[in-house]
Structures are given as C-alpha cells and as structure tokens.
C-alpha cells in the first residue's frame, strides 16, 4: 500500500524562543528541564511514523502528550518547529502560508471533539456551510450534502435544527461536514470523546462500515485505550511529546515495548478488543443450497461432525442442517435441502467476543459470524470463544 502521509523526526516547540529548547531538546533534555531552562513547552519532541492509504492510524495518549498538536503539525494550523511533513509527497513545512491553505482545503478535513454548529442553520445547511465558503453552486451544495447526511444516517434529519439533534447525532453532523469536502485524509481529534460510553461504540462501529465504503486516510487521536483497540489498524502509544511504540492492537498487545506501555494496557478487557471476525473460523465443508440430502451426509461423515452450515450462490447464510433431519430426508427419498434447513443464531464480524457469548447458549453453542454484506465468514464455538480468552487474559497478565 502506499504511503499516505510521513512525519519525520517531528518537532514543535511551543514559545517565541525555540532555538535553545531544540538545541537542549537534542542534547538529551527532558520536556521539564527545558521549560524550566527556558520556558519554552516542548509540545512533540521528536516524533516519526508513516500513514498508508486508506489505513485508520490512530495517536493514543493521556491529555497533554502532544496528539493534538501532532494532527495541526500535519494539516499545518500550527508551523512545525523542526523534521517534516509530507503529505501525498508535498512537503507541509516548505509551503507559503497560502499554499496551505489551498493544500489543506483540497486534501484534508478535520473532526473535533466539540464543534461549531450553527444554530439558526439546518443540519442540512451546516453540512453545507464549508462548500458555501469555497462558492460551490447550491444545487450542488446540496446534493453533496445530502450525499454526507446519507453517510452518517441522518438523512431524515436534514432539515430539523441543531437543538433537535442529541449529543451523538450533532458529531454525526461534524463527521458529515468533514465528509462532504471530498478530501482524501481526516483527521479526527477526540471526535467521540464527550459522549456516553453506548452511543460511542455504536459511533466507533458506524465509521468502521463506513470506512469500507470511503476508504479515507484517517489519523484518529483518542485518550481510550479500547476506542484506540477497536479502531486503530495501527496505533501509536504517545507520551510527553514522543511516542512509545508504533504496532496494531495484536503486537502491542502482544509485545508492549516497555513498562509504560504494559501500564497502559493492563485496563484493557480482552473480551472488549477482540472482534467475532477476528476469532472465526470457516468450517472444513459447507453445504450449497443446491446440494442435495445426500452430499449433506458425505460431507458430514467425511469431516465428522453433525451438523452443516448452508450458503447461497452469493455466499448468504440460509441456516444449518443437522444430520438427523438429513438422514430423515434420504429416508423420504427427498431431494432437497430445503425443508431441513434450521436457523442459527448469527453475530457481525465487528461485534465483539462480549457480544457473541450470550449467543452461545443454545443447543449447539455455535454462532455464524457474518461481513457486512450478510455474507457468512466462519463460526465460532463457545470452546473458540473461551480459549480465546483464556490465551489473551493470561497473556495481559504476564506482560503486566
Ligand atoms: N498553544 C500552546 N502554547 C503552549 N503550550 C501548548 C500549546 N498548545 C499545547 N501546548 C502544550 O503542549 C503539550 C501537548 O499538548 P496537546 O498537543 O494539546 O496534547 P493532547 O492533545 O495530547 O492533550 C501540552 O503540554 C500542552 O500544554
Ligand atoms: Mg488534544
């Protein structure tokens, strides 16, 4: 995959004196000795990673550990101090003050954890309202707004104000009107950081469907470790201006660089980061709908077990069948499936392990994890689900 965005040994130095913090700042001074020397606050101290197309790379760390800094250091609100930024191989940093803005215009929208709304606008005209100051006709305005409003679901609310709408719904509007801009790179700074810890997974889960329809480059800045676990294909562990370690949830879970990382992971419930995708697993056969009685019982004896999952030609999951109804059928002379298909209980590949236990209880203690098209994935056993966590929980504890 290419490479998106670059940050190379990124530094920014709040205060009107950089030149003695960064020369300190190299010397091997820590972010306190330099604001004590000089009073100058060290805001990155040194940061480097790469953002592949299409990848959500997301910046962790507790308040004041410069992830906010680092996403204006990339879209140039702020001026970096020293390194680089380069962006679809532009160099931030080299540009005139005007070229920034038109780059970030074209290329770069951001989401904050609180927004401007403007009250006396519909939702509709505030998703607009950036296409309003680049003279974008209304028609079009509107049919790219609508376009965004469908995205984030609230095409229905389109016309209704601001005060109508609840705390999730209003970021909703904020991630609309980044997404009409057309830009290829988000940045989203703490987007759901101020809502209830339900509506956030359900926002969490939302722009992870909608990111397999718009594939944008995102750079996502939480202080939650399971909001950076769940969504993060990569995710960087700052601290005090620098970063710890750089890995997907998997290795730094796995494999925490040091003690400060482990600290940080040991609030994680596995059952939490873990996705129903992640642990599935397909069956050795599986039975097409147009296969008869029959081949459903070969291929039971062949693999030796009782019971088979049935897809369509377009891989949709119909059921399971059992071989009892089976042999039932041949004892009929059917020659059909059909009539022994049984329902079972189904999860989506986002849910997670937490989820898919209480769907477990029943006959057979299997679940058929299905994409978001409805297709069937694999399955997944209570046995699956239980060693799965036996393995990462006595994992957390030893690297804790
Ligand atoms: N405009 C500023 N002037 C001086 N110091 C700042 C400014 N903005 C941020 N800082 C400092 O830089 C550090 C990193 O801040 P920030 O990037 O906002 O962290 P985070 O987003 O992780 O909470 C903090 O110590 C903060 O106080
Ligand atoms: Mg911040």
Redesign the pocket.
């Known amino acids: 995959m290419s490479i998106k965005i670059e940050v190379k040994d990124l530094i920014?130095i709040?205060?009107s004196e950089p030149r003695k913090a960064l020369s300190l700042l190299r010397q091997g001074y820590s972010?306190e000795e330099i604001l004590e020397m000089t009073g100058q606050?060290?805001?990155?101290g040194g940061i480097s990673f790469e953002v592949s197309e299409g990848e959500i790379f997301v910046?962790i760390?507790?308040?004041?550990?410069?992830?906010?800094?680092?996403?204006?250091c990339i879209n140039g609100l702020?001026r970096l101090t020293s390194g680089s930024v380069v962006v679809d191989g532009h160099h931030i940093e080299d540009m005139s003050d005007k070229e920034l803005r038109r780059f970030r215009g074209e290329n770069m929208a951001m989401v904050f954890q609180h927004f401007a709304v403007l009250p006396n606008r519909t939702v509709l005209d505030n998703v607009a309202f950036g296409l309003e100051i680049k003279s974008i006709p209304l028609e079009e305005r509107y049919r790219r707004a609508t376009e965004a409003l469908r995205m984030v679901k609230l095409e229905t609310w389109r016309d209704r104000y601001p005060d109508e709408l609840s705390g999730g719904m209003k970021q909703r509007v904020g991630l609309a009107r980044a997404l009409v801009m057309n830009t290829s790179i988000l940045l989203m700074?703490?987007p759901f950081s101020a809502l209830d810890a339900l509506i956030r997974t359900d926002m969490e889960d939302e722009l992870l469907n909608l990111q397999q329809e718009i594939r944008k480059t995102i750079i996502f800045?939480t202080?939650d470790l399971d909001e950076a676990l769940h969504l993060g294909d990569r995710i960087a562990v700052?601290r005090?201006?620098r970063i710890e370690q750089i890995g997907t949830a998997e290795e730094i879970l796995s494999n925490p660089a040091n003690e400060y990382v482990s600290k940080f992971l040991r609030k994680v419930d596995v059952s939490k980061v873990l996705t129903a995708g992640d642990v599935a697993r397909r069956p050795e056969e599986i039975l097409r709908l147009t296969e008869g009685p029959r081949s459903a019982k070969l291929k039971m004896d062949t693999v030796g077990v009782d019971y088979l999952f049935v897809t369509d030609r377009s891989q949709k999951l119909k059921g399971i069948v059992t071989m009892d109804d089976i042999l039932q059928l041949i004892a009929q002379g059917s020659r059909s499936i059909t009539d022994a298909i049984k329902e079972v209980n189904t999860i989506d590949k986002m849910a997670t392990l937490q989820d898919v236990y209480p769907l477990l209880a029943n006959v057979r203690g299997v679940v058929a994890v299905l994409d978001e098209k409805g297709r069937f994935l694999g399955m997944l056993t209570r046995a699956d689900v239980i060693s799965r966590l036996a393995e990462r929980g006595s994992n957390a504890t030893a690297t804790a």
Do not use: N, Q
Request: net charge positive; no cysteine.
């Open positions: 920014k709040y205060g972010r606050m060290v805001g990155l910046l760390g507790l308040s004041g550990s410069g992830k906010s800094t680092a996403l204006r702020i700074d703490e800045v202080h700052m005090d201006g």
